[in-house]
């Protein structure tokens, strides 16, 4: 049952008129607020007064509209699997907006080639609605797809399948449908045209770029529209073992810049190790039937489902790094050019192995989101950046540099480190993650599952260790902002403002203040209508 929040011995006039207005769409009793309170990484934090969960954009832009009429903050949030405080309330007076019902696929257009989702739609459900279609977004999802929303990896970017070949999200949008700070419902692109459909971003100034990557600052995505490609009909899968992260990079950037590879990625022996998403893998006959349906034959398939079976992940661990790559063409012999290829350059300085690891990630792509915790229950949280692809190897010279001399710091606290490496369009991305013994969050259970987290529930928790990744992640951003890197999944994590030159900050501030000017869409990311104005 829901009830008011109280304030000062009674109830919250703002939440009242939501409840009100929305009914059950609103929740504000204790344990849904100390949910929404936390992130991936980041809690306890400032409890919302209420979540709301909206089924439509109108009721969406009704939550606004009462929040922005009673001075209270929103908070967009979509699938939740985001670690920088982007869905977490910075001031005490603010709700939070759920998309996770506004999850319908509005249309799918094979003629014009674009898809229109709600905000909410996961990535797996979006993939589902085009099965059959022979069609697919040029950026298909994160790995997290089963949960992750399209609405919120536009508004933090995002990249994984697809994105080797055709980089982030941002490249498949073409408008969005957006509830401004006061309530309006506004789209972007020729759908906000007079009779027009939503086939083209062009047409004027590019509206839907504002919105992209502002993790919900501007506004609260309701819509998506994005192009569809033909999917690939021939796929081949390699993988490859490197005695250094600089060989791995190097045959990576090569591979990038003749467009070979349709998403890869690299990892090191200790991702190998701890990742629970990498180690599914050696559990290979539950994933038999979905392995099958890869062959070009039935035998076929279930024979490579018998090799990922019996090959399980031990011989990832015999190598220092180890790469993953997903090749696709329109023809097997277009197909096999470019597998000739891709194994020329990491013939090079690398040793190829049997690529059980992209083929059952292929196989099944949106998994459940095991890999938010260690493989033995360990919390999990990553870091990143993007740098030009001709700066690969400078990067990765000082990233090992700057581990190998904090070692004995995550010794000290009992961290574990390791790394990924991408290359996105043409970005060279990188990513050290961190695990370590601390307690397990509703959260965690909840995207999980309770029947694999049940044995690490009672964890105490690790707030000295917590602190000490939290100051280690600081240090990384530090370091990759001193090599020119860019970060997505600005929020309220990562340094923004510091790094912008001032007129560029003054030109955002401005728009903040057009579309936003009582600050209540997300106070603080972006380090915009934020008190204190710093990072």
Not at 65 to 82: Q, T
Not at 225 to 247: E, I, Q
Not at 310 to 324: D, I, V, W, Y
Request: overall charge negative; hydrophobic content about 40%; glycine content about 12%.
């Amino acid at each position: 049952m829901n009830e008011h929040v109280d304030i000062a011995g009674g109830r919250h006039p703002g939440v009242a008129a939501l409840q009100d207005a929305l009914g059950g769409k609103v929740r504000a009793d204790d344990q849904t607020r100390d949910f929404y309170a936390n992130d991936v990484f980041w809690q306890p934090g400032i409890r919302p007064l209420a979540i709301v969960f909206p089924s439509s954009a109108g009721d969406a832009a009704t939550a606004v509209r009462i929040a922005a009429d009673n001075g209270i903050a929103v908070v967009p949030r979509g699938g939740g699997m985001s670690y920088t405080k982007g869905y977490l309330p910075a001031v005490e007076d603010a709700i939070v907006i759920d998309a996770c019902d506004l999850d319908s696929v509005i249309e799918v257009n094979t003629d014009d080639l674009y898809v229109t989702v709600e905000a909410g739609c996961t990535w797996a459900g979006l993939d589902k609605a085009l099965e059959g279609t022979g069609l697919r977004t040029g950026y298909w999802g994160p790995l997290s797809g089963i949960n992750a929303t399209v609405g919120g990896a536009l508004s933090q970017n995002s990249a994984f399948f697809g994105s080797t070949l055709n980089a982030t999200v941002a490249e498949s949008v073409i408008g969005l449908s957006v509830v401004l700070p006061d309530g309006t419902l506004v789209t972007t692109g020729s759908g906000g045209r007079r009779d027009t459909k939503p086939f083209t971003r062009e047409g004027g100034p590019d509206l839907t770029g504002l919105f992209l990557g502002d993790t919900g600052a501007l506004g609260f995505k309701t819509a998506a529209t994005l192009r569809l490609w033909p999917k690939p009909l021939a796929v081949g899968f390699l993988s490859f073992g490197f005695r250094s992260m600089a060989d791995m990079a190097g045959a990576q950037v090569a591979m990038a810049r003749e467009r070979l590879v349709s998403e890869g990625f690299g990892i090191d022996r200790t991702k190998a190790s701890h990742s629970a998403s990498v180690n599914r893998i050696s559990d290979g006959l539950k994933v038999l039937g979905n392995v099958a349906k890869t062959g070009k034959t039935l035998m076929g398939g279930i024979k490579d489902a018998a090799a990922v079976a019996a090959g399980g992940t031990s011989f990832l661990k015999k190598h220092e790094f180890t790469l993953h790559l997903v090749l696709e063409a329109r023809n097997d012999d277009e197909l096999a050019v470019s597998m000739a290829r891709a194994r020329e350059i990491c013939a090079d300085a690398g040793t190829e192995l049997d690529p059980s690891v992209p083929r059952v990630m292929r196989s099944k792509p949106f998994g459940p989101v095991r890999g938010m915790l260690g493989l033995n229950g360990e919390r999990w949280v990553p870091i990143h950046a993007v740098f030009p692809m001709g700066d690969w190897r400078k990067v990765v010279e000082a990233n090992d540099a700057f581990f190998a001399e904090r070692k004995p710091f995550m010794d000290e606290h009992g961290i574990v480190y390791s790394v990924m490496s991408l290359t996105v369009g043409n970005e060279f991305f990188i990513e050290p993650a961190f695990y370590w013994h601390d307690e397990i969050t509703p959260l965690h259970v909840q995207s999980v599952g309770e029947d694999i987290t049940r044995p690490w529930l009672d964890r105490p928790a690790n707030p000295a260790a917590r602190q000490a990744v939290a100051e280690l992640r600081d240090a990384t951003q530090q370091l990759y902002i001193s090599l020119g890197g860019v970060n997505w999944q600005v929020a309220r994590d990562y340094p923004f403002r510091s790094v912008l030159n001032p007129p560029t900050w003054d030109l955002l501030s401005a728009i903040k203040r057009s579309v936003d000017p009582n600050g209540i869409m997300n106070p603080g990311s972006l380090g915009l209508a934020d008190p204190s104005q710093s990072n």
